[in-house]
């Protein structure tokens, strides 16, 4: 089975821009969850979607949203991007049964200047 | 909601000693706890994992011990190798919410 993919591996973006992030998760798995990782601050929930809904939303503010499509494929949007969101951006997906193991992508290193 | 907290923060051994990372967590509804290792510039990838029904679980040179009264579980490497240098996070997670709450991360250095 393939693993979770993240595109793109690396951006740079300016302050005031906007970014979309995607995800696609392992081949039947219908939960997909975003993770911010900063260095010091571990990694910080961002949200969960399953079957196209939102389930779990994490203490983010307004400008990160996400959507999960048909095929469980996710994508995180990140507007008015600000200096303090340079950071790896992780996703991670499940079958999204209760208790089951997550299984991370590479990762986005997204860059604010 | 649920707050890990995880220690040391860095830990260097020889190699061949052991290293113990612990974690607290607060909500005594969590129920599930997995252990990942992150090498530098790569994905975290899970080691371990334990139920709240079972004490201590043991895979090769990695194990995990868990006092659910205490709330507190901890990752032991044994006969630690260069290899095993990295950071490891904790995390816990509560069934009914499908949420996981990481501790911060401890980077774990073996000299050889």
């Known amino acids: 089975k393939a693993g979770v993919t993240q595109t793109p591996r690396y951006l740079i973006k300016t302050r005031g821009q906007q970014v979309t992030l995607s995800c696609s998760p392992i081949s039947g798995h219908r939960s997909v969850s975003w993770y911010q990782q900063t260095p010091g601050q571990g990694l910080q929930f961002l949200f969960e979607y399953f079957s196209e809904t939102q389930r779990n939303k994490g203490n983010f503010p307004g400008r990160f949203s996400g959507r999960q499509f048909s095929n469980s494929r996710s994508e995180m949007n990140v507007s008015t991007l600000e200096l303090g969101d340079s950071a790896l951006y992780l996703c991670?997906?499940?079958?999204?049964?209760?208790?089951?193991?997550?299984?991370f992508g590479p990762g986005t290193r997204l860059t604010v200047l | 909601g649920e707050n890990v907290e995880q220690h040391p923060s860095t830990l260097s051994v020889q190699e061949g000693d052991s290293a113990v990372i612990k974690c607290t967590y607060s909500d005594s509804a969590s129920n599930y706890f997995p252990w990942y290792k992150q090498e530098l510039g790569k994905r975290p990838q899970l080691i371990i994992d334990?139920?709240?029904?079972?004490g201590e679980k043991k895979d090769q040179r990695i194990a995990v011990t868990l006092n659910k009264t205490a709330k507190h579980f901890s990752l032991h490497i044994t006969e630690t190798q260069p290899e095993d240098s990295a950071v490891y996070f904790c995390a816990a997670s509560i069934n009914s919410r499908n949420q996981f709450y990481f501790g911060t991360g401890t980077s774990l250095t073996v000299i050889p």
């Open positions: 991670a997906s499940r079958t999204g049964e209760l208790g089951n193991e997550q299984f």
């Open positions: 334990i139920r709240s029904n079972v």
